[in-house]
């Protein structure tokens, strides 16, 4: 990166609440969301029927564990209205989220809710160090996916101006990047890895140079400590990780600060918890589980004890900056992506974390699961960085040195072998929105 950005705060009496404030905060809105879903909602009026308790029975921050989860499943089977908890008129946005198994969920969102969603994302555009004067370039998806929107109405709420160009079409956005002067990047990390090699390769553009992006809000997938450096190396800005999810608000639960040490979660909207994702159990300090999200101020659609699938840690510690908000640890997986080899539970970002280790490897790679004799093949197929792979020619004896490292730093680091075969650079799939790393030919329902 050339320079830190200029990181403020949007909404200090909220960010920055002592933590006796802000827990009684949570306390009140927690005891009322709690009786307004039970109120408006019949599947939470039977969820709360079957173990027994009454929103009465909800009178401290502690009786949390109390309330029953509110699972994915939950929210397929009410589609289309069912976990609506306002009268249709009072809607002005709805969003389908479909996941992987193409069941659709509804998110909805009334004036209020459209309004607490610009306000949690004016404050990451403010930890991201965006002003007035700034012109975002958003080039996450507009449509049903609420990462578009989410960021157009945090931009419009700080007062810097839009470039609503969305995903693909690749060579105009590095085009109008530089022709407009945009100087906040919006979009998924690997696309951002991919702009920054498009615009060098392609349009042979110094992003260093040419650009003028000085920070970028990247999340909606999981990535690496590695990945960011890369990014910040090729773009010469400041990479803050997001975090955020349909189903609680879309994009605005937590950013990273300028300390770039966990993301802080907006804990006078959410509530937070890590549970363990096989028991239910509630997790201690520090631990690493299942992120499970209460919303405390959505009016159209709002869930108690949401379990994202993700995983994360929590800590309630100090933070230099100043926010008094707890932060979560980067993601280390969507739950959607996790795969197992061999027993060995993993996700691509632990791949791509091996694989970044080593000099000369680049961000570029692809994961293929086969079976071979009963048992479980990974292949990694990785592009060496361009450098590399130019200077090597036909040297076979450089190829298989990086190959065998790529391989050991994945075997010390995940405990599992795999065949790693480089390939040509510029010879595996680019994304303009989520990467789509693995390919399994393992079959279903074996694992
Ligand atoms: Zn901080």
């Known amino acids: ?75 397929r089977t009410a589609y289309p209205y069912g976990m609506l908890a306002v009268e249709i008129s009072e809607v002005l946005e709805l969003h389908a989220s479909s996941g992987t198994t193409g069941h659709p969920t509804t998110c909805a969102y ?45 931009a419009l709420e700080i007062g810097a101006a839009v470039l609503p ?26 696309y951002a890895a991919y702009l920054g090699e498009f615009a060098k390769e392609k349009m042979t553009i110094d992003p260093l140079e040419e650009l003028k992006w000085k920070s970028g809000l990247f999340g ?18 400041e990479a803050f990780d997001i975090y955020g999810l349909s189903e609680v608000i879309g994009p605005g639960v937590s950013v990273e600060c300028s300390e770039h040490c966990g993301l802080h979660v907006y804990e006078d909207y959410f509530i937070p918890e890590i549970i363990n994702p ?4 509630k997790l201690g300090k520090g631990e690493t589980g299942e992120l499970v999200l209460t919303t ?42 996790m795969f197992k080899v061999r027993g060995v539970k993993m996700w691509p970002t632990t791949v791509e974390h091996a694989l970044l280790q080593v000099k000369g490897a680049s961000q570029n790679y692809q994961i293929l699961l086969e079976r071979q004799e009963q048992l479980d093949c990974m292949t990694v197929q990785v592009e060496p960085e361009k450098e590399l792979f130019e200077s090597m020619g036909q040297d076979l004896s450089k190829l298989r040195e990086l190959s065998l490292k790529i391989a050991e730093s994945i ?23 989520k990467a789509r790393r693995i390919t399994d030919k393992r079959g279903l329902g074996i694992f």
Not at 173 to 181: D, P, S, T, V
Not at 278 to 281: C, D, F, M, V
Not at 316 to 328: A, D, F, P
Request: a positive charge.
């Open 1 to 75: 990166m050339k320079s830190p950005v200029e990181s403020w705060v949007y909404q200090p009496e909220y960010e920055k609440m002592p933590r006796n404030k802000l827990l009684s905060l949570q306390e009140e809105r927690l005891k009322k969301i709690v009786c307004y879903c039970y109120e408006n909602i019949p599947v939470y009026k039977r969820k709360f029927k079957e173990v027994g308790i009454t929103p009465d029975d909800i009178k401290t921050l502690n009786d949390m564990e109390k309330i029953p989860f509110t699972t994915k499943e939950d929210l």
């Open 110 to 154: 009334t004036k209020n809710d459209l309004e607490t969603w610009s306000k949690a994302m004016a404050r990451i555009y403010a930890s991201a160090g965006t002003k007035k004067g700034d012109i975002v370039h958003n080039a996450y998806g507009y449509g049903l996916f609420t990462g578009g929107l989410g960021f157009h109405y945090g």
């Open 165 to 190: 160009i969305a995903a693909g079409n690749t060579e105009r956005q590095i085009r109008l990047a530089k022709e407009y002067g945009t100087t906040i990047l919006a979009c998924t990390p690997s």
């Open 220 to 237: 909606a997938e999981a990535w690496s400590e590695e990945l960011r450096g890369k990014i910040e190396e090729i773009l010469g800005l």
């Open 278 to 281: 096989a028991t239910g159990e």
């Open 296 to 337: 405390l101020v959505r009016e159209a659609t709002p869930v108690l004890r949401f379990r994202t699938g993700d995983l994360t840690s929590f800590t309630r510690e100090e933070c230099t900056c100043g926010r008094t908000m707890g932060r979560m640890a980067r993601i280390l997986g969507r739950a959607d992506d």
């Open 411 to 433: 075997r010390t680091m995940i405990g599992v072998n795999a065949n790693v075969v480089l390939v040509p650079y510029n010879s595996l799939p680019r994304f303009e929105g």
